[in-house]
């Protein structure tokens, strides 16, 4: 499935605590934590995602791996509230997600990149990457000005005025990864985000999300195939028949 864009770019930022170091460990209240959820599907024949606690430190990267169909994209659905588990609870700082408004905390809180980009194809770069900043508090200049600076980051400055059919595939991803940045958020949820590109590509994409994950302090969880990915990872998770089969650091 896929987010709506505007769906993502409902309430305005707000200030929040420095992230703590990554990987940081015990006493540390996980930035997001998924707590014995379960999610089925299909009049519940089919079990996607079945008694998984995981807790995601702030600043933590995270590798989400296991084949096709074991769950990862649910999982990642689950944690970034865009489903609700059956059972278990998510919580985000410790508040349990069912109780809160989850569209303002994925505005304001949550960047997705998913496997296929999603740009909207009659808009420029820039102007993909201003949406979520749509409903924010952020006056047009300072948009404008913001999402000039995200695509900078992604190494695309000259290619702003560029829509989406002008890009390659792997600027096309860079794009989308500067819109999931859009309006600042603490937890960046990447469903397969090299699945489409070519291996160069591929290794950008994945630099990228490292170093902006470092200088912006953002929590990371991944989900991939890609061992290049997951060998970046603070931790790779494994998930088989919707079950955590397996942890290491
Ligand atoms: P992965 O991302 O690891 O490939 P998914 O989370 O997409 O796995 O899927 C896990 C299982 O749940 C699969 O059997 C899949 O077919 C099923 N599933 C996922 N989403 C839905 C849905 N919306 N409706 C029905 N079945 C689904
Ligand atoms: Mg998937």
């Not at 995601?56 to 990642?76: D, F, N, Q, W």
């Not at 924010?136 to 695309?156: F, I, Q």
Request: charged content about 25%; some cysteine; glycine content about 8%.
């Amino acid at each position: 499935m896929s987010a709506s864009i505007l769906s993502l770019a409902r309430s305005a930022p707000t200030a929040r605590t420095a992230p703590a170091a990554p990987g940081a460990g015990a006493g540390t209240q996980p930035l997001v934590a998924a707590e014995r959820v379960s999610r089925r599907f299909e009049s519940g024949r089919v079990a996607a995602v079945v008694d998984v606690s995981l807790a995601l430190a702030p600043g933590e990267y995270v590798a989400l791996t296991g084949p096709s169909g074991c769950g990862k994209s649910t999982l990642l659905h689950l944690l970034g509230t865009l489903e609700r588990p059956d059972s278990g609870a998510v919580r985000y700082r410790g508040t349990d997600c069912a109780g809160t408004d989850a569209a303002a905390l994925r505005a304001t809180r949550i960047g997705f990149v998913f496997q296929a980009c999603h740009l909207i194809p009659t808009l420029s770069a820039v102007d993909n990457v201003e949406l979520p900043m749509l409903e924010t508090r952020w006056r047009a200049a300072e948009r404008r000005r913001r999402a000039l600076a995200l695509l900078d980051a992604v190494g695309l400055a000259d290619r702003g005025a560029h829509r989406p059919s002008q890009l390659s595939g792997g600027q096309r991803q860079r794009v989308a990864i500067a819109r999931a940045l859009a309006n600042e958020p603490e937890l960046v949820i990447a469903d397969e985000p090299t699945g489409n590109l070519d291996s160069a590509n591929a290794a950008r994409c994945l630099a990228l999300l490292a170093d902006l994950r470092r200088a912006r302090g953002l929590t990371l969880i991944v989900a991939t195939h890609d061992a290049a990915v997951a060998a970046g990872a603070d931790r790779i998770v494994r998930l088989r028949d919707g079950r955590i089969e397996n942890e290491r650091a």
